[in-house]
Each structure stands twice: as structure tokens, then as C-alpha cells.
């Protein structure tokens, strides 16, 4: 059975992920509507629901035993966060429901540096340079304060 997955963190970073994931595929760029990315309390990133903003992400093809890596990746069975289903745009064809993970808490919060720096990264890679900078901008008050 597959399962359709969207990142939006740090399993945009496909190397990182296939590490994760073997042969798991990317199927698309993707977007969800009236959703934001935020950073939790823990300095790891989450979506939280913000009319007329949209996340854009990575839609996957995901087998069972992927999840269960992910979970373990995602510190669900600690409760840092819960699967969730959500409708995705994928860049090509219709809007489709997808697994996302969700952190338990919204925040507020700032990112670690180093893991916002390799997300970033990965976003600029996989989709630009704006949703890099949405990244950045919840880890700027993170790198100020490490000066």
C-alpha cells in the first residue's frame, strides 16, 4: 500500500529523506492553501492553519515501512507531532489528500540554526528562493541572538 506524503521541513531535502525513506519518490512540487509554516516551541518547524497564506512543499510516495521510519524520524510515539491528512495542490493535476505531520504545539518558537539553515537549503533547491525565505525569516531572532 502507498501513502501520499507532504513535507514541507526537513524532508525536502531529498538526499536527507531517501536516507530516511529508500526509494521512496518525489511525485510533484506541491502547495496547501490557508496554512503557514511556523516554528514550535522546540525549534523544529510545524503548519498551523492561516487563511489566504499557503505552505508549498514536496508530495512523496510513501510504502508502510516508510512511515514507520518517519515516525521514529518525527518523534511521534513522544508526541513532538501527529499525522494529520490534509488536500494538496500538486503542481500537475488535481488537488489530492495527503499525509503532513503536524507538531504538537504551534509555537511560538524560533528554529535551531543549523536546522534551519539545511531546510532552507533544500527549499531553495526543490521550490526557490520565497519559500527559503519564510524559512529564514522564523529563524532570524534564533541567529541574532547566537552573537
Not at 516551541?41 to 508502510?64: D, F, H, V
Not at 488535481?94 to 539545511?118: F, K, M, Q, T, W
Request: hydrophobic share 40%; proline share 3%; with cysteine.
Amino acid at each position: 500500500m502507498s501513502v501520499n506524503y507532504f513535507a514541507y521541513g526537513a524532508n525536502l531535502d531529498c538526499r536527507a529523506m531517501l536516507g530516511r525513506c529508500p526509494n521512496a519518490q518525489v511525485l510533484d512540487r506541491a502547495s496547501l492553501a490557508d496554512h503557514r509554516v511556523v516554528s514550535m516551541r522546540e525549534g523544529w518547524l510545524s503548519i498551523t492553519p492561516a487563511e489566504g497564506e499557503q505552505t508549498e512543499g514536496l508530495l512523496w510516495k510513501l510504502r508502510e515501512e516508510h512511515l514507520v521510519a518517519l515516525d521514529l524520524y518525527e518523534e511521534v510515539d513522544q508526541g513532538l507531532y501527529v499525522h494529520e491528512t490534509r488536500r494538496v495542490d500538486p503542481q500537475q493535476g488535481d488537488p489530492i489528500d495527503a499525509l503532513v505531520y503536524v507538531g504538537a504545539n504551534s509555537g511560538p518558537g524560533l528554529l535551531h540554526a543549523e536546522y534551519a539553515e539545511r531546510v532552507a537549503a533544500a527549499a531553495r533547491r526543490e521550490l526557490g528562493e520565497a519559500a527559503a525565505s519564510r524559512i529564514e525569516a522564523l529563524s532570524e531572532a534564533w541567529s541574532s541572538n547566537d552573537h
